[in-house]
């Protein structure tokens, strides 16, 4: 992008660092300009005329002189929607592909200092275009900054870069066009387009202020990563796994035929391989020859992240502190220097790292957010492989979301999705059929007489017992079998089982261990490590948990035992069983009905469970772990809750909406604008970018964080309370992992019984009183002397 050669440009600056340098704001935005355009692999000429205009309202005397007499306060001369004034004023033209362009525009510039605002409410009250109309004649200096920008700005170069940003437009929109086949898709996949536009002008502006605080020339940072050295440890580090049984040969061929597949075009795939088949190191292969630029691993579960971070690293002979990898979940800990901070803080906000390992709460949250500060790292994911692991576990509620979002990340962007799965959900057959998987998307294909002999498990489905016979028959089982994984719906119901188990076990014959949330990350992680142990000591054990060891876990008992559950969950849990194939024969997966279970609050188990009963009833010699069976449920499941795919919301006024609708075609409120002033809305865009952001939850936000005293807890509390405020936020981040979510009700019953302090009222950290928490099952209900921390 040129700029006017007018010397007079130099007067205007963009921004003062520390020392007092200035940076020439013609010099900001043709940076901006330039590196935007540079990060966009679509529509790279709209991507520069929104870098070029993004910060023209500072071109103000008001802005110039709070500049350089530094006398108001950072923020209040307002100067982020002075741009999208200008689009109208600049750019003539006024055909469909123009004023579409014009429209995206003045979003993404207004919105470039904190999200990406409603284009039209739902009550159609309010409406983006006409509000920013209005604005133009306020107090925002324009008639000025647009004579300014006459110094700044080379219009025959704007121009230009308009005609060819319609040019790409219209390539654009005609693809969009091909691609999908519904008009709310094709809605949708614009307000992607925007979110991707937008995300490359937020990182270009954020990054260029960055290099200028630090005084580093931007071009430093530019690098192309080399793959071939990774490749190269992987493929040797591979070859030396053992292939001395059955099992192992065959996750060798898995593995192969991943590496095979790698040849395919960009796409949406799927990894479907039965528990213990190999798949995070054969999924890896894959991303590493299939030649993309960056691969994003994406996990369901932070119990397991850690677990899959320490497989990819060893494999790559990677340290734990190398920058290729970049690990943004909640459970790493933020380094104590201002350095690391930073370096980590600009990490995980940009995604710029050749491998991302993170959870599918950050990918959903950043792919729905309206915020600049989530949406800068979208643009990172374009031209990647993007690897799902564990995709059943995927809130129902977000499936149409997701499905839009993978789609416009392959159809689009260029992103190669690989969506894994032991039980693999019907994800491209819901009611909208909005999966735009490939041609042919099984990366393995005639391979069912190897995933036969994959199997080590048999579905045994017994009768309907109570909690009492339910834990006789755990006790008689374990006895018989050395060591059993019970697996059950409630953390109520694990404690339950826990206590008849110790009376039966009063002589200390096997050692006993619990799982659950109700007990801190930490202690979970030492819990397991301590199972781990004994199950490699061949030592009695029972493990009594919740479906948080169902998926992903590493581990291998003699005998699963199940409480009747979702198909999915059994199939899950049975992976935990004979993992290796140990003996000749098939061990035994036991799943059982517990008599009066109230599910009441847990809806999809409950609907889970009622649909397996049905599969049992209707299969009764089948074969429950067989891929024909788990369709079977998959369909019987999604035919029940498509009105639920949708994130169906109630907004203020009783109005029922979805987020899906919100971020497509918007017609509710469109609707609602008919009937209210009747007339037709007449803009392009109407997505409600910022109430959908709002809405969003992948976990519902119903719970309360405490620190409980467990391990470290002491220590950090103490650290705490001695440290400064950059050492308190260091510390804050190490207590999350000791800590637990309470529901509302649990913990108004226990702000009522006093067990509940407030330790800094500024941060709301809360803490657990000892003796509410015990070394055996984690937080407690009621106060007890037995198992109690002191």
């Known amino acids: 992008m040129r700029f006017a050669k007018d010397k007079r440009n130099t007067y205007f600056k963009a921004r003062k660092d520390e020392k007092g340098n200035f940076q020439q704001l013609n010099v900001h935005l043709q940076n901006v300009s330039k590196m935007a355009s540079g990060f966009a692999s679509i529509a790279p000429n709209l991507i520069s005329l929104a870098g070029s205009l993004h910060d023209i309202g500072k071109a103000s005397y008001e802005f110039q002189t709070y500049l350089n007499n530094g006398d108001k306060k950072r923020g209040t001369v307002k100067h982020s929607i002075q741009g999208a004034f200008l689009v109208n004023d600049i750019f003539d033209s006024k055909n469909q592909l123009a004023s579409l362009i014009k429209e995206i525009l003045e979003i993404v510039i207004s919105g470039h200092h904190g999200s990406l605002s409603d284009l039209i409410s739902p009550d159609s009250d309010k409406i983006f275009f006409d509000k920013l109309n209005l604005a133009i004649n306020s107090e925002y200096d324009y008639l000025n900054i647009k004579n300014n920008s006459k110094l700044i700005l080379d219009k025959t170069e704007l121009d230009r870069l308009f005609i060819n940003a319609q040019k790409e437009m219209s390539e654009i929109i005609n693809h969009i066009g091909k691609t999908y086949k519904s008009y709310a898709s094709k809605k949708f996949a614009l307000g992607l387009l925007i979110k991707y536009i937008y995300s490359c002008l937020i990182d270009a502006d954020r990054l260029d202020a960055y290099f200028f605080d630090i005084q580093e020339d931007i071009k430093s940072s530019q690098k192309i990563f080399n793959w071939s050295n990774l490749i190269e440890t992987f493929e040797k580090n591979i070859g030396k796994f053992n292939i001395n049984n059955k099992i192992s040969k065959i996750r060798s061929l898995i593995s192969e035929k991943c590496k095979n597949a790698a040849k395919r075009n960009t796409g949406i795939y799927l990894l479907s391989v039965p528990t213990g088949g190999g798949k995070t190191l054969s999924s890896l292969r894959f991303a590493l020859h299939h030649h993309k630029k960056r691969i994003i691993y994406v996990i369901p579960y932070l119990s397991i992240i850690e677990q899959t971070a320490k497989n990819i690293r060893n494999i790559l002979e990677l340290e734990p502190n190398s920058d290729i990898i970049l690990e943004h979940h909640s459970n790493i800990v933020i380094p104590n220097d201002d350095e690391g901070k930073n370096l980590k803080k600009l990490a995980d906000s940009r995604w710029d790292n050749p491998i991302i390992i993170t959870t599918m709460v950050q990918f959903l949250e950043t792919v729905m957010s309206s915020k600049a500060s989530n949406l800068r790292k979208f643009h990172s994911m374009s031209n990647s492989v993007i690897i799902f692991d564990e995709i059943q576990s995927l809130p129902i509620k977000t499936i149409h979301l997701f499905n839009e979002v993978v789609s416009f990340l392959s159809k ?379």
């Open 412 to 790: 689009i962007m260029n992103a190669t999705i690989l969506l894994c799965s032991a039980t693999q959900p019907l994800l491209s057959q819901t009611k909208k059929k909005n999966l735009l998987l490939s041609p042919e998307p099984n990366l393995i294909e005639n391979f069912e007489k190897e995933f036969t002999d994959l199997k080590r498990t048999k579905i045994i489905a017994e009768k309907q017992m109570s909690i009492d016979e339910f834990s006789q028959f755990v006790w008689e089982k374990v006895l018989s079998n050395n060591n059993c994984l019970v697996i059950v719906n409630k953390k109520s119901e694990a404690r339950q089982v826990c206590e008849l188990l110790k009376e039966k076990n009063k002589s200390g014959i096997l050692e006993l261990s619990h799982l659950s949330t109700s007990m801190c990350a930490t202690h979970r992680i030492k819990t397991l490590e301590d199972i781990k142990s004994s199950l490699d000591k061949n030592k009695k054990i029972i493990c009594v948990s919740t479906q948080l060891i169902e998926a992903g876990v590493d581990i291998s008992f003699d005998c699963v035992i199940r409480a009747m559950a979702g198909l999915d969950s059994i199939v899950q849990s049975a992976g935990r069983c004979n993992r290796n194939g140990d003996g000749t024969t098939e061990k035994n997966v036991y799943v059982v009905p517990l008599k009066n279970e109230n599910l009441d609050k847990l809806i999809d188990i409950q609907s889970g469970k009622t649909i397996t009963a049905r599969i049992l009833n209707e299969n009764k010699e089948a074969d429950y772990l067989s891929q024909e069976i788990l369709n079977q449920y998959y369909k019987y499941y999604f035919f029940e809750k498509q009105t639920q795919m949708d994130y169906p919301i109630m907004i203020s006024g009783n109005i029922q909406n979805s987020i899906y609708s919100m971020l497509s075609d918007n017609l509710s409120s469109i609707n609602n604008y008919k009937n209210r002033t009747n007339k037709t809305y007449s803009h392009f865009i109407s997505q409600a970018f910022t109430l959908a952001s709002e809405k969003f939850k992948v976990i519902d936000n119903n719970t309360t964080a405490v620190v409980v005293y467990y391990g470290n807890t002491e220590k950090l509390l103490a650290d705490y309370k001695s440290s400064d405020l950059k050492n308190k936020i260091a510390i804050l981040q190490e207590l999350q992992k000791y800590s637990v979510s309470l529901y509302s009700y649990e913990y108004e019953k226990l702000l009522e019984q006093g067990a509940i302090t407030e330790i800094d009222e500024e941060f709301g950290v809360k803490l657990l009183a000892s003796y509410y928490y015990s070394d055996m099952y984690g937080y407690t209900e009621e106060a007890n002397s037995e198992d109690l921390i002191k």
